[in-house]
Nanobody, 115 residues
Framework: QVQLVESGGGLVQPGGSLRLSCAAS????????MAWYRQAPGQERDLVAG???????NYADSVKGRFTISRDNAKNIVYLQMNSLKHEDTAVYYC?????????WGEGTLVTVSS
């Protein structure tokens, strides 16, 4: 079965950096598009960044220039490098992919930006 396991969340001060990782199994990773979403308390789950199997990327306007999504096809891991973090980046971050028309999510990792 498809499994996505996120890690790397935590507490960071404004202006700081974190790198999230998502380890994927149960899919042919090198052919899979991957994405990061986030959900703040009381808010909807929104797309943060996506990466295609060919390495093409897209970002939410709110994170452009600060976040970078990347993938390591040898390790089946997708990363989200987050720099210049702001209070409003506080959320649970979820890894996402699809297979055979189904959408799959990890359990999420909490990022808290606070001084």
């Amino acid at each position: 079965q498809v499994q996505l396991v996120e890690s790397g969340g935590g507490l960071v001060q404004p202006g700081g950096s974190l790198r999230l990782s998502c380890a994927a199994s149960g899919i042919i990773f090198r052919f899979a598009a991957m994405a990061w979403y986030r959900q703040a308390p009381g808010q909807e789950r929104d797309l943060v960044a996506g990466i295609t199997s060919g390495g093409g990327t897209n970002y939410a306007d709110s994170v452009k220039g600060r976040f970078t999504i990347s993938r390591d096809n040898a390790k089946n891991i997708v990363y989200l490098q987050m720099n210049s973090l702001k209070h409003e980046d506080t959320a649970v971050y979820y890894c996402n992919t699809g297979r055979d028309g189904m959408n799959y999510w990890g359990e999420g990792t909490l990022v808290t930006v606070s001084s």
